[in-house]
């Protein structure tokens, strides 16, 4: 029997590092399984179906939905995005992680889920605002109207910072990297998420018995 | 504002290697401070009150008790011994972290405790009993009959496994010793544990504000 996955959440404001922490994590134990969101919109040019999205038409995710077999959903200007919960059972049946690259109210989702026991959630804060207006502008060339609604959606993300087990100041990558890691490897050695341990302990009992 | 302590609870059979986990994890980070306890029993020759115990008349003892200065204590062969509250909160206050070394019992009753939320436990077993066995035997040239009776008390204490957090089979004191470093350092990360992040989301709000 080996140990059960976990589901770890990752959220914070765009431009607080997430994606680069979510990648070098992935990079550090390919056996992390990442959960691809489904969803209703289009793809993009490039964009692989079960790779950068499930895409889904209106009535197959209604469905899903309805079969239970969304972890969280959310409609965003008329498009459904949503976790699907099949693949990361099977991940935790293997013993593997699965991580959630998702914002507040998919982790609140999924925190009151029937999974919300194997969820461990994790919030990058940047370390400043005027920081995080720096990385948000250096990597695009958009409009001032644009960068507001981003620097509007994150000030609504930072606010829900209280909901998560761990919270990260980022503003050194490499610390940030080893903290999470960290908390990674403290939280697959918890005692119920390793069921062999049962065994193990059986094993003593019976050498007690036999002495 | 600063970190939150938090109280370390360290417990095995005898002879499963904590102590020398202990003595590691001091060493290693000395603002972690080791919970004396105290006790009604004489001093042997060349103990010292208040490092290896606090040594306390009856009287002294259980008014402590009556006065909920112990956060827990038991009767063992009519001598009390018991970890006292106050050097522990004090320790807490300032940031530090208390490692306790005691048995399932201690254990049990500072989890039920109004400190239990702070309490992060661990439990060391032995890879074997065999193994158990010979590293008891290693130690002292006791009787067979001295040796019987430890046996019987590991497999009391190792039957209190389930109760804890963490549990790390030390068939290696370097893997062990690692893996309750990451722990600990994992665990001081835990967003209730410090305060001081509710400042630093005010100030980023502040900046969202002054934009």
């Keep these: 029997m080996q140990r059960r996955g976990l589901l770890l959440i990752l959220s914070s404001p765009s431009g607080a590092g997430k994606s680069t922490l979510a990648r070098r994590l992935m990079d550090w134990d390919p056996t992390i399984r990442f ?3 489904a969803t209703t919109r289009a793809p993009r040019p490039g964009e692989v179906d079960g790779q950068h999205y499930y895409f889904r038409d209106r009535a197959a995710f209604e469905s899903m ?3 239970g077999q969304m972890l969280e959903h959310a409609e965003v200007f008329g498009n459904f995005y949503g976790s699907p919960r099949g693949p990361v059972e099977d991940a935790m049946r293997d013993g593997r992680d699965t991580l959630f690259d998702i914002d507040w109210q ?8 029937a999974l919300g026991r194997d969820v461990v959630s994790v919030f990058v804060l940047p370390p400043s605002i005027a920081e995080l207006d720096r990385r948000l502008r250096g990597r695009a ?3 001032e109207e644009v960068i507001a609604g981003r620097m509007a959606k994150s000030r609504d993300e930072i606010s829900h910072w209280a909901e998560y087990d761990y919270v990260l100041v980022n503003d050194d990558i490499d610390k940030s990297f080893h903290q999470l890691q960290t908390i990674l490897e403290a939280e697959r050695m918890k005692r119920d998420r390793q069921p062999m341990l049962a ?6 009992n019976r050498e007690f018995e036999n002495r």
Aim: aromatic share 4%.
């Design 199 to 204: 065994d193990f302990v059986r094993g003593l």
């Design 35 to 37: 959960s691809v969101s």
């Design 141 to 143: 060339q958009d409009t």
């Design 65 to 67: 939905i309805a079969a």
């Design 106 to 113: 998919g982790g609140q989702q999924i925190r009151n889920s």
